[in-house]
């Protein structure tokens, strides 16, 4: 964690203040700045998102945006249009509307007199994805971004479809947005209308569930706010950074290698965390490398920044594959160039022996994996939670087809995307395939290294899926995630392929067998030459400034299970939480409230019968401090049949013991080669 310092500059909080839109409607802004910007202007930092400035992310924001107002920054805080004290109504993600707003505030934030003209925008998921979108309208003082585990691709990586799959995760994250979106403006700040604006939010709300659901292709729908649909469009310097326990770590190396500006990316061991937090460690002191970057780009110092590598990484080496995990063994590296000349395709072929340098004789091997294999690759984005990660993947290889090298004579670095070259058929029109890259060790524990998932009926594109011919040979190239690994002499490389990979996707509606050509395929490995350089230590150690006063009303927990039912066969997972990743019950003390945010996720399905899957999902979520008590209550559910999704949900929203409101949602959605 990073540690508090003092700063150079004494620092000036504004707590809540509007920015009045063209329209008339009211954006939500909190400010740090450096005590006399208004007669001596800055540069100026935007971060724009809707998880509520006030009592959401009060906690990341005071000891980050503190910092940089400490050394010469103003940083603006914004909620987006419908969300926290904002007015008006919130519809959906990254919409043309919350773009359009982000060019008002840009404008706006450099017509201020703190404000020397110079503006950067930052954020990290929802926020890294913005910053990236609005940079591509190229509003005139926008000079730099700073992009936090975000995605270049809508479709491909983000938290609703993997490989053209329905992410189990689509329906948790809607239930996220029901929560979120259904609590009130705080009274304190808004007025005495906040009833009449609470009730307006919950009477439209939007069923976020379902909203990723009808657009089951990449269509129009994906390709908005996608920034890989025109890299020229960004025409600022970008600094992206992702860790390899999140699940947008991909989009680091791609936009990389496809930006025609100047850029740096850093890639380290953490989950969906700022790296000055980053766990699995080392964290970094990322705050003191943030301000050399804007220093260089806002107010136009020459501090090296444009000659640093373009890309720093943590090559990860083995370690016991345990779901917990506050430090993952490594060292940094770094590549000059991207894509680097000093990585070299390195292939193996799956022969029915395992994997080897030469292909063997041609052989058809029948794959049909139990619905529940899966079951040890953990949350498709870590997010630093107890028990998220990956576990031994022996439990889940016991369903698959697994391919090992013999024992490796000398160390190998891997960094970049792996790539499955298969030749399969199918019995049936819509199947599933999960390819997972594994470290086995001499003891034979085996670590997941990469994994990737993909929809058969997606093999040649995800905008035009084609069923499957029953029988019929074909050939799929199936990019896995990027990921940077050293495995060890002695240790050897695994191949596990399955046809499900539950709880992280909706299975196909029939349960298919696969025939894998073996001799015919092969893996391709981004093989690394080592450097000198490697083990270098190219940051400090993290530090910030103060933190937010927070008194802890109540511990967290988190809990995971996985029940089998010897009768039936059925496998049940269930996760708790009190708070998002076990916070427990809070009070911010400055401004007196309480938050709970308490989740329940259910899994449920049988090893022989996708259709009998279903998940519930129910939260609660708790605002209270004297005199205003809050607390929504939101239940959902999916289940299919060989047409159909069905997704329902019920809200209901208290102020004290008292009803408020209630919807209810129920949702027919036609599968779509899905």
Known sequence: MAVAVETPLKVAVTEHFWITLKDGCRLAARLWAPEGADRKPVPAILEYIPYRKRDGTRARDEPMHGYFAGHGYAVLRVDLRGSGESDGLM?????????????????????????????????????????????????????????????????????????????????????????????????????????????????????????AMAHQRRDDYW????????????????????GWVDAYTNTVPRMLEHLDVPRKGVIGPWAHLYPQDGTPGPAIGFL???????????????????????????????????????????????????????????????????????????????????????????EWMGAGCVGELPGDQRIDDSGSLTFDTAPLKGAMQVLGAPELELEFTSDKPVAQLCARLCDVAPDGTALRVSFQVINLTHRDSHAEPTSLEPGRRYTLKLVLNACAHRFAAGHRLRISLSSAYWPLIWPAPEQATLGVVTGASRLMLPRRRPQASDGSEPFPKPEAARATPITQVSEGRVTRSVTFDITSGAVTTVTETEGVCG??????????????????????????????????????????????????????????????????????????????????????????LL
Not at 153 to 179: A, E, K, P, Q, S
Not at 227 to 239: K, L, M
Not at 345 to 363: Q, T
């Open 91 to 211: 519809w959906d993600e990254y919409l043309k509307q919350e773009q359009d707003d982000a060019l008002e505030v840009i404008a706006w934030m450099a017509a201020q007199p703190w404000c020397d003209g110079n503006v950067g925008m930052m954020g990290k998921s929802w926020g890294g994805f913005n910053c990236l979108q609005v940079a591509a309208l190229r509003p005139p003082a926008l000079k730099a971004v700073l992009s936090v585990c975000s995605t270049d691709d809508r479709y491909v990586d983000d938290i609703h479809y993997m490989g053209g799959c329905l992410l189990n995760d689509n329906l948790w994250w809607g239930t996220v947005m029901l929560v979120y979106q259904a609590r009130p403006a705080d009274p304190e700040l808004f007025g005495d209308n906040w009833r009449d604006n609470w009730r307006e939010r919950l009477e439209q709300m939007p069923f976020w569930p379902a909203l």
């Open 583 to 672: 916070e427990g019950r809070q009070r911010f003390d400055e401004i007196g409230t309480e938050v709970l945010h308490r989740i329940r996720r259910e899994l449920r399905i049988a090893p022989d019968d996708p259709l009998c899957a279903t998940f519930t999902c129910r939260q609660t979520y708790v605002q209270s401090r004297p005199g205003w008590d809050i607390r929504i209550e939101v239940a959902t559910r999916l289940h299919a049949d060989r047409d159909h999704f069905y997704v329902s949900g019920e809200l209901d929203a208290f102020e004290g013991d008292t009803r408020f409101a209630s919807r209810e949602w129920r949702e027919k959605i036609l599968r779509d």
């Open 288 to 378: 003191q490398d943030a301000i050399a970057w804007w220093d260089r780009w806002l107010k136009r110092i020459e501090n090296g920044v444009d000659k640093e590598p373009m890309l720093r990484a943590w090559m990860q080496e083995y370690t016991a594959p345990e779901t917990t995990r506050r430090h993952h063994p490594g060292r940094w590296i770094t590549e000059q160039s991207w894509p680097s000349p000093d990585i070299q395709p390195s292939y193996f072929h799956l022969n029915k022996e395992g994997l080897a340098p030469v292909s063997g004789a041609e052989d058809v091997v029948a794959l049909r994996s139990p619905q529940h294999v899966g079951l040890q690759g953990g």
């Open 223 to 242: 390709r908005h706010g996608s920034i890989c649909e025109d890299w020229s469009a960004i025409q600022v310097p970008v600094y992206l950074v992702g």
